[in-house]
């Protein structure tokens, strides 16, 4: 490929990723929500750990969507 | 005197319960782990549309072995970068060279959804519960991330209670299906699926039907 084609090619790529990467931020913001609603529904002792489990996640989607913004 | 000691299935037997008049080994107080599925008048439970009074004699999740099949593939979800990817692009060639920084961001998403998956897994095993009180049965299914069911039914109105467990692994696990069938047509059946001991919870749920009957 030359390398025009090729810079095109990533660029359409990283835009495809930045979008993917959005998407799952929703689906990671959805599983924290659901958990805090499933929370009230059943209350019990070992629930705190999974909520901070899904902080954990949701971070951890942010983060990787911000590396990809700032390396990509 | 109270005597404590390990029982199958993560959980751990501390007394007789208030609910039962059973004497056998196995409807025993459980204390609650995170990976409880069968627990008999458990401690630091409690559920929405619990009222004052009303006492939790049996809480049921799926048998751990349904968490088999996801621990598994997460494991190899994990492994794929390190061992199956390397492998894969010795034999596949690209007309260009991956960037590191996209090879760096790839890797880092993949470890993400990884997580995410087992989480959700987790989840939906975890928030799957069934509630048997001393007044009903209730029925907490968390079928997928936007869909959730709450469904219960009083002892009086239990028709019938039934239990299956088929194929091996039901059979080396002691795991199956119990069905409880409720009296009149809009009321919903209610189906344990894949809970440990379906033969206990089903003796369960009669001892306290029976209880209920004699105490009227």
Known sequence: MTPDITNIVFVIIKYLILFGMGLYMVFATVILRQEQLMAQVLEESFEPVLRVAAFFHLAAAIGVFVLALLIL | MVVVTTAPDCCTIAAMPTVFTSREPDLERTIMSPLTSFAVSPEGISFETQEKEEKVALFLRQHLIVLLGPALLVILLALAPVLFFPLLFTFLTLPFEIP?????????????????????????????????????????????????????????????????????????????????QTAGGDLPNIEFLAVPKPAKVVEAISELLENQKSSL
Do not use: C, P
């Not at chain 2, 996209?102 to 959700?120: E, Q, R, S």
């Not at chain 2, 968390?142 to 039934?162: G, M, N, V």
């Open chain 2, 100 to 180: 590191i920084n996209y090879i760096i961001v790839g890797t880092a998403f993949w470890y993400v959804v990884t997580f995410g998956f087992g989480l959700m897994s987790f989840l939906r095993w975890f928030f799957n519960i069934y509630i048997v009180t001393d007044k009903r049965i209730v029925d907490i299914d968390f079928i997928h991330l936007l869909y959730k069911e709450f469904s219960e039914a009083r002892l009086d109105k239990i028709q019938d209670i039934s239990y299956k467990s088929s194929g091996i692994f039901s059979v080396f696990f002691d795991y199956g299906d119990a069905y409880v």
